[in-house]
Nanobody, 131 residues
């Protein structure tokens, strides 16, 4: 099992950018795993898909709300997946979390968008965008 921890959040001005890190608990290389990023606001009862990367074939998937502003990448040597989000808006304010999914289970693209295909979930990182 892979355990991931998100970090790198903070207070950012609108129009700025942020880089979030998702660090694995041990050596993984992510080759067998999908890493998904989701976010959640205090008034939401569930996480919202932001993006994902398939560690096996490096394909990336992004939510429509962040397309053109987001890049997800992975560094195998550092066992880290990065989320770069630019042109930040106040609506991007949320707790961002990452979690693993076993790549062989992702048989179609719709599976990337559902948080129940990932886990376990660790503590997220708060991103606050000021206007």
């Amino acid at each position: 099992q892979v355990y991931l921890l998100a970090s790198g959040g903070g207070l950012v001005q609108a129009g700025g950018s942020v880089r979030l890190s998702c660090i694995a608990s041990g050596r993984t290389g992510f080759g067998d795993w999908v890493v998904g990023w989701f976010r959640q606001t205090p008034d939401a009862d569930q996480r919202t898909f932001v993006g994902a990367i398939n560690g096996n074939d490096r394909r990336t998937f992004y939510a429509e709300s962040v397309k053109g502003r987001i890049t997800i990448s992975k560094d195998n040597a550092q066992d880290t997946v990065y989320l770069d989000l630019s042109s930040l808006k106040p609506d991007d304010t949320a707790v961002y979390s990452c979690a693993p999914g076993f790549a062989a289970n992702f048989s179609n693209i719709y599976m990337y968008y559902a948080d129940y295909n990932y886990g376990p979930w660790g503590r997220g990182t708060q991103v606050t965008v000021s206007s």
